[in-house]
């Protein structure tokens, strides 16, 4: 489990995803360096959202794009809060145990492919039985829209409601360009398309292109991929989703 000793592994999470991956990267001998790209804030206006608690019973379906969904939502809409009968779902692991922490047991979520793609494969968001159905998605300002156009197109009757704002982080790019300058970086890991953007903009332009041109970048997502590859990155590690995920690629990377 100590395959990374000595390897610095720039983590760039937001902060409230960010723990459990910077403990286990030193548990496998690593040394994090965290660089969060992206902040997540609550909504500068919860009303909307507070009113959508009388609500809940109107619906089939409740489905959480991410942990921070999860979190942000449940901030304002307290577990009591809601009904039985509403099925919950999510994309992937990590926003399923954020659910199962707050005490939803039954999640729907895909076995593997933990995106959009993913959740529109499952036997429960086919025409055959989402038709009519009232879902109700949950997630940051802006994002992907496949999920819902897809399910309108299927016949369900889909709302979209924001639970949290996603920004620019404030991260002093200082001490990773002297970990860059000193040669002593050794990879990159990357959650979002939005994240490669921002780290692109945090690190300034020249700067930013010239280390994704040679220190690899592990991303959990062809998306991902793409956009970095855009942004001019060379070498990029497509992984599972997930931790343990991450970390066995980094470790065979490395080997």
Known sequence: MRGLAGRC???????????????????????????????????ADTAPLQALASKLGDYDVAFFVSANAVEQTLAVIPRAQWPAS???????????????????DDVMLPSSRFDSEGVLALPAMQAASIAGKRVLILRGDGGRELLAQTLVERGAHVDVHSCYRRRLAQTDPTNLLARVAAGGLDAISFTSSEGARNFVE???AADARGLLATVPCFVPHSRIEERLRALGAQHIVLTDAGDAALISALQHYFR
């Open 86 to 104: 509403l099925r919950i779902a999510t994309v992937g692991p990590g926003s399923a145990r954020t659910l199962h922490a707050q005490r939803f």
């Open 202 to 204: 945090i690190v300034a």
């Open 9 to 43: 592994v720039v983590v760039t999470r937001p902060a409230q995803q960010a723990t459990a991956l910077l403990d286990a990267l030193r548990a496998a001998g690593a040394e994090p360096l965290f660089f969060p790209v992206i902040e997540i804030v609550p909504l």
